[in-house]
């Protein structure tokens, strides 16, 4: 259970890394912490090592808000129901079909006992927020957030006696046949060989390495934003992957979405995104229009407009709105670039002034007469525009103009281990005795493409929980 | 509106700038009253800020929730930053500023001036007339005590409304219904904003672990002195009332007040000053540290020396407890508009403005 006790067991310098572990858990996020957790509370000597520096721990689950939780009637803060076929059709048409049934099913339905799960080991949740009233049926959220979770877990972990270490960056897996049989990881600038019976890794995806992105997806990942933690680097993924282990998921792809230019590089987080899109007119540095800015409500089309940014020179739009508008969204973290003539707006975002009036003119032409309703499809559109806008679609006309930059933010990668049910890691030929994985590492499986919100929180904790019994269980025998 | 220019511009600004990150990230939703009185806005004058920060009880629990607390570049320390603005606040709309700074700030001058009050009354007992009264009276006649303290009380409760009513204009305040007093009164009763907003209580004491004993130990503080009062009040109003003259019997409605207000005063006190020790003072407005221990410290004082003038009325410490208890009550009293007393009544009119937004 959740004490309130403080432990300090568990800080840095009490760590004995020549000591006999039974399950060594390689990152420090969500999914590490529910499988540290678990193979404790199955007995097992656990130690977590984590890369990032105590400040920074818990990775992407950091930046989280809710996880996606299937339930057969109102259960706490979830309002209604939300059935496992739902869920499941919600999942199939997010990832066009891209997805592993069974493990796609067991994560599902593993999700409405997770609630309470987590309630007991110290997650406490909130009623979905202001802003977010579409997901209060289907995403449980946590009270403050995902470093609020991560730091409820970090405490339960530590009075079951798990150990943990900070700025321990583990750099090799050493596989022999169908076992790891040494873990080499690098803490204070020393390298550490440790072999512990069973090992779960759970150290996220490679976007943060960006000249990894760029292989993959071509020189123009080098401008992408990161938007979660500069430490998952892949280093585990690609070094596994090295030793012939099955990878599932598209390594060329990743869940981008548009966010504020302004963001940091990395950990922006939540607050960089943008709603105001589809009020809006986006245009590309040349001042011309790319896409259908009103095409669907804004939730629905969040992600695709990373990818339309990336596709724009220099990577980046320029998102044009008037005082109309101004407060049909949420408030973004950095004031919008504000100016009394569009020419004078053009001059601050350095855009080409005479286009910029040229594609507001032309747009403004093509707006017609109708009923404008913010939070609904208006059917409000333009006519013989190119590329047309389909709602929304009201002229930029009343002083003072507003603008933002527009760049790519990238979530996370698809690449991942292949696992089965148990959460096993597949070799070409067979599962490899005492390795497992868990959250962003293995969701490839799950997520081919596409990406429904909450689910990467419900993967890391269904299929954590299960690696760290699983590998609790290996180590006892 | 004098009061606001005097408030420190940056201490506002800095916490404006967290707080329009909080209201793009709204994690915090559910952990205190600030969180929704910020998502029902999108601009902040500076006296919305003032308002929140009083809002603000600095359950921490925004801060270690925080995904961009330093090093991270945002440099999110909302406690620290709505401590900043609310001491100021305090400051600011009370006359004469100087002096609030002062005793605020300085830990030792507050002692000092208790030390002077209990000498002031060493003295004033010895050459006061002796009276044929009971127990202490027979030290320092009724009359002479009503002469001295009632002054004492009324003129700082005077300055006090003086300066609420400054920030209820500074914060744009409404004219009040009973309804968001009763609104008020009730989240005040069980403290709401230092539950956590699930009930574990706030991280004060040990990091990010929530815990329920800074609530409990303020809830003994402030049931404590409300009881002590309450004894006074009733008190006062036997002697002039209803004619009964102290001392009064242990089963009287004075006593039993007064003893198990002081008790749990002294609990209460002594409890947060422990529990203020072991939290991290850079969460907090780390300048006033020493004035509100030496605040807290008064409290415990002021009750801890009543009790004992009660239980050792029959030894010959009688005088000097009556002239420490009796020194300890005056500088209190005198100190209340330029002290951490100050807090409850600029909470109490936020948490009212709060119902007036809420409505
Ligand atoms: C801004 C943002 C918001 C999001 N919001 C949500 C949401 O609301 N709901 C949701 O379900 N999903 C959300 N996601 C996705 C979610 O963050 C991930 O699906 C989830 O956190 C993955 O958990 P994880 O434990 O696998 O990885 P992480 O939480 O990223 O943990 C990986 C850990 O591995 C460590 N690590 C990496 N490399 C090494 C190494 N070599 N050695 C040692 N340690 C290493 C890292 O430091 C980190 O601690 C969001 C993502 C972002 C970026
Ligand atoms: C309107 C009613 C009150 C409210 C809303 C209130 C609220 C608070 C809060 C939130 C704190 C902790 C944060 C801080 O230190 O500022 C606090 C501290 C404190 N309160 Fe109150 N309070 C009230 C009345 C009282 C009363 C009547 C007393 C007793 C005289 C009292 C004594 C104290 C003490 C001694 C502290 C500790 C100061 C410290 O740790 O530095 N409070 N109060
Ligand atoms: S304190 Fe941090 S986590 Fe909480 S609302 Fe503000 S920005 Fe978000
Ligand atoms: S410290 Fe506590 S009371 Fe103050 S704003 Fe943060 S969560 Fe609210």
């Given at each position: 259970m959740y004490s309130a006790v403080y432990n300090q067991e568990a800080d840095n310098n009490m760590v004995d890394l020549r000591a006999n572990y039974d399950v060594i858990v390689v990152g420090g996020g969500n999914a590490a912490l529910c499988a540290a957790i678990s193979a404790a509370e199955a007995g097992a000597r656990t130690l977590i090592l984590e890369g990032a520096p105590k400040a920074y721990r818990g990775g992407n689950s950091r930046h989280t808000r809710n996880f996606r939780c299937m339930h057969g009637e109102p259960m706490a803060v979830l309002t209604d129901s939300y059935s496992e076929q739902e869920y499941f059709e919600d999942l199939m048409k997010v990832t066009q079909g891209k997805t592993d049934e069974n493990l796609a099913k067991l994560a599902i339905r593993s999700s409405e006992e997770c609630y309470a799960w987590m309630v007991e080991h110290g997650v406490r949740f909130q009623p979905s927020l202001s802003g977010t009233l579409s997901l209060s049926r289907t995403n449980a959220f946590f009270m403050g957030g995902g470093k609020a979770l991560v730091n409820a877990y970090y405490r339960t972990a530590q009075n079951l006696g798990v150990d943990v270490l900070y700025e321990a960056q583990v750099t090799h897996l050493e596989r022999e046949g169908d076992r790891i049989v040494s873990i080499d990881v690098t803490y204070q600038g020393e390298q550490h060989r440790l072999s512990p019976r069973a090992v779960v890794v759970s150290s996220g995806g490679f976007q943060a390495d960006v000249d990894w992105l760029a292989d993959a997806w071509g020189p123009a990942a080098k401008n992408f934003l990161i938007r979660g933690t500069p430490y998952n680097r892949g280093v585990v993924l690609k070094d596994l992957i090295g030793q012939e282990l099955e990878s599932v998921g598209d390594p060329t792809q990743c869940h981008a979405v548009a966010i504020d230019g302004r963001a940091p590089k990395f950990d922006g987080g939540i607050v960089t995104r943008l709603d105001c899109v589809p009020f809006s007119v986006v245009v590309n540095k040349e001042g011309q229009r790319f896409y259908d800015e009103g095409e669907d409500v804004w939730p629905k089309r969040y992600a695709i407009w990373g990818r339309l940014v990336a596709a724009q020179p220099d990577q980046v739009g320029y998102v044009i709105i008037d005082s109309k508008s101004l407060e049909l969204f949420m408030p973004s973290v950095f004031p919008p670039i504000k100016a009394d003539t569009l020419e004078e707006l053009a001059g601050k975002l350095d855009l080409p002034t005479v286009q910029l009036q040229e594609t507001i003119d032309g747009f403004n032409q093509a707006c017609t007469e109708g009923h404008f309703h913010p939070t609904e499809l208006d059917g409000l559109a333009t006519q013989g525009l190119t590329p047309p806008k389909s709602n929304w679609a009201r002229p930029i006309d009343t002083p003072p103009y507003y603008g933002y930059t527009l760049r790519t933010g990238v979530?996370?990668?698809?690449?991942g281990l292949k696992v089965d049910e148990s959460a096993q890691v597949q070799g070409r030929t067979g599962p490899i005795e005492n390795l497992w994985a868990a959250g962003e590492i293995m969701a490839g499986s799950i997520l081919g493409q596409g990406y429904l919100a909450g689910f990467g929180m419900t993967i890391g904790t269904v299929f954590g929980r299960i690696a760290g019994r699983e590998a609790a269980r290996y180590a006892s025998n | 509106m004098q009061a606001i220019e005097l408030v420190n511009v940056d201490a506002i600004g800095e916490a404006r700038r967290q707080i329009e990150i909080c209201n793009a990230c709204r994690y915090c939703e559910s952990y205190c009253a600030v969180f929704p009185a910020v998502h029902s806005k999108r601009a902040f004058s500076d006296g919305d800020i003032q308002q929140l920060s009083n809002l603000c009880h600095n359950c921490r629990g925004c801060y270690y929730a925080c995904q961009y607390t330093a090093p991270h570049e945002f440099g999110l320390n909302l406690p620290k930053a709505l401590a900043e603005v609310r001491q100021e606040s305090w400051e600011s709309h009370t006359q004469p500023g100087g002096i609030a700074k002062l005793f605020h700030r300085s830990g030792v001058s507050l002692s000092l001036f208790v030390v002077l009050a209990a000498a002031l009354l060493v003295w004033l007992i010895q050459i006061a007339p002796k009276s044929s009264g009971e127990g202490f009276y027979s030290l320092m006649s009724h009359n002479a005590m009503v002469m001295l303290f009632a002054p004492a009380f009324i003129l700082p409760i005077l300055l006090i409304l003086l300066s609420l009513r400054g920030y209820w204009r500074t914060i744009g305040g409404e004219s009040i219904r009973w309804r968001h007093v009763a609104g008020a009164f009730g989240s005040i009763a069980k403290m709401k904003n230092l539950s956590g907003g699930h009930g574990d209580g706030c991280n004060f004491e040990a990091e990010d672990a929530f815990s329920n004993r800074r609530r409990l130990y303020h809830q003994a503080t402030m049931y404590g002195f409300l009881l002590c009062f309450a004894a006074t009040s009733v008190a006062t109003l036997m002697h002039y009332g209803l004619d009964m003259q102290a001392p009064y019997g242990f089963f009287s409605l004075p006593k039993l007040f007064g003893i198990s207000g002081g008790l749990l005063l002294s609990i209460g006190t002594l409890g947060l000053a422990s529990l203020k020790l072991k939290a991290d003072r850079g969460l907090a407005d780390a300048r006033v540290w020493g004035g509100e221990m030496a605040f807290v410290l008064l409290l415990f004082v002021v009750s801890t020396s009543g009790l004992a003038l009660y239980f050792l009325r029959e030894t010959s410490l009688l005088n000097e407890l009556l002239a420490l208890h009796l020194g300890a009550v005056l500088a209190f009293f005198l100190l209340m508009p330029f002290s951490k007393m100050v807090h409850g009544f600029f909470r109490l009119a936020a948490l009212i403005r709060d119902e007036q937004c809420k409505a």
């Open positions: 979530t996370f990668t698809y690449l | -």
